[in-house]
């Protein structure tokens, strides 16, 4: 089994900003893409970004391009979020996934992740 544990979470003002963590452990995995979706309550799940790991391809929701930045380490079998300027629509729980293929074309359908984190929450307030 994989286990995805998140961290960096907490409340912040409007305007702060946030490093989310993700470390993958567990048995022998071949990661090709790993993610992060947000749910606030009351709504779905919803994409926020991920990266490819074999060159890097970044992909973003639009409405958080310009403000976060994924970021992966290797060696580590880590991806990471850094949030700025953050907004109150912002606050969710924000999860972390795990693919083993490379996701070039359905990076934002959670369907496509094998492995899930436990999530973090991050609230932004106003």
């Known amino acids: 089994q994989v286990q995805l544990v998140e961290s960096g979470g907490g409340l912040v003002q409007a305007g702060g900003s946030l490093r989310l963590s993700c470390e993958a452990s567990?048995?022998?995995?071949?990661?090709?893409?790993m993610g992060w979706f947000r749910q606030a309550p009351g709504k779905e799940r919803e994409f926020v970004s991920a990266?490819?790991?074999?060159?890097?391809?970044?992909y973003y929701k639009d409405s958080v391009k310009g403000r976060f930045a994924i970021s992966r380490d290797g060696a580590k079998n880590a991806v990471y979020l850094k949030m700025i300027s953050l907004k109150p629509e912002d606050t969710a729980v924000y999860y972390c996934?795990?693919?083993?293929?490379?996701?070039?074309?359905?990076?934002?359908?959670?369907?496509?992740?094998?492995?899930w984190g436990q999530g973090t929450q991050v609230s932004v307030s106003s």
């Open positions: 996934a795990a693919a083993s293929k490379a996701l070039y074309f359905t990076a934002s359908d959670s369907r496509t992740y094998d492995y």
């Open positions: 567990g048995r022998a995995f071949s990661t090709q893409t």
């Open positions: 990266i490819i790991w074999t060159g890097g391809t970044t």
